[in-house]
C-alpha cells in the first residue's frame, strides 16, 4: 500500500479484531433458541438476565470461539504468506482477548514456521481496550499477576494495576473517553519509524469510533483484507 501511495502520505496499517466467541456469548445461544420471538429490546433483557443468573468471571474462549481463532489465523497465514511482516500486536488484559491474541497470531506464525512459536510472540497489555465496562461479572478482569503468570511474553506496562481498577459490581461503569486514546499513544510513539504495522485485539468491539476518528484525522487510512475486519 506504501509503495501505491501518493507522495508525502504515509500508510499506517491497524488489523484490529474483537475477541472470538466467548463461554458467556455461548450461554446465550444455549439459553435463546433461535425462533425466540424477542423484539431487540427485549433479546438485550433476556441477555443481562442470563449474565445475572449465570455469571462467569473473565470468560475463556468457547469452543466455537477456539474454532473461529483457528480459521482468522489461517486468514492471517495467507497474508503472511503474500508478504505481509509480523506487527506489533496490543491487546487488551480480557482471558478471552488474550486467547484470541494467541491463537490468532501464534497459530498464524507457527503456520508459517512450521513450529509451535507461540512462546517468542508477544504483545503488549493495554488496559483501555476493554471498551465499556458493564455490571455483569464477565467484564471483570483476573489480577495482572494471573495473567503474566500464565503468558509470561506478554509485555505489561509499569502502572498496570494488580486488580481491576474499573469494574463495579452494583452499576456499569463508564470510564474517560481520553482512556480509549491509550492505543493511539502507543503508536504515536512509533512515528519516528518508516513505517508499522500493529495487531489489535480489543475486549467489546472492533475498536472506538475514538481511535478510528482521531487515526483517521493523522493518517492515510486503507482498509485491508475483509477477511480480517470479522
Known amino acids: ?45 433476556e441477555e443481562q438476565r442470563i449474565a445475572r443468573h449465570q455469571p462467569l ?19 492471517i497465514h495467507h497474508e503472511m504468506a503474500r508478504g505481509m511482516p509480523q506487527p506489533m500486536h496490543f491487546v487488551s488484559p480480557a482471558r478471552r482477548a488474550v486467547e484470541t491474541w494467541a491463537a490468532v497470531w501464534g497459530g498464524a506464525a507457527a503456520g508459517m514456521a512450521g513450529e509451535n512459536i507461540i512462546a517468542r510472540s508477544t504483545a503488549t497489555v493495554i488496559e483501555g481496550l476493554r471498551g465499556k465496562i458493564h455490571v455483569h461479572l464477565c467484564n471483570a478482569r483476573r489480577p495482572i499477576s494471573v495473567l ?4 509470561p511474553q506478554l509485555i505489561i506496562p509499569l502502572g498496570t494495576a ?21 492505543i493511539l499513544r502507543a503508536l504515536q510513539a512509533r512515528d519516528a519509524r518508516e513505517e508499522y504495522r500493529a495487531g489489535v485485539v480489543r ?20 482498509h485491508h483484507s475483509p477477511l480480517l475486519q470479522r
Not at 494488580?162 to 491509550?182: F, G, I, K, M
Request: hydrophobic share 25%; proline share 6%.
Open 203 to 222: 475486549q467489546g468491539g472492533g475498536g472506538s469510533r475514538a481511535d478510528y476518528e482521531a487515526q483517521q484525522r493523522r493518517t492515510n487510512y486503507q
Open 148 to 151: 503474566r503468570a500464565e503468558y
Open 57 to 75: 468471571f473473565d470468560p475463556c474462549l468457547s469452543p466455537k470461539g477456539r474454532a473461529q481463532a483457528t480459521e482468522l489465523a489461517s486468514i
Open 1 to 45: 500500500m506504501q509503495a501505491d501511495a501518493p507522495p508525502n502520505v504515509e500508510v499506517k496499517l491497524l488489523l484490529i479484531s474483537r475477541h472470538c466467541q466467548g463461554k458467556h456469548n455461548a450461554m446465550y445461544e444455549e439459553y435463546i433458541s433461535e425462533g425466540h420471538g424477542f423484539s431487540a429490546s427485549e433479546y438485550k433483557m
Open 162 to 182: 494488580e486488580n481491576d481498577p474499573w469494574w463495579q459490581p452494583v452499576h456499569d461503569c463508564h470510564y474517560e473517553l481520553s482512556d480509549e486514546n491509550t
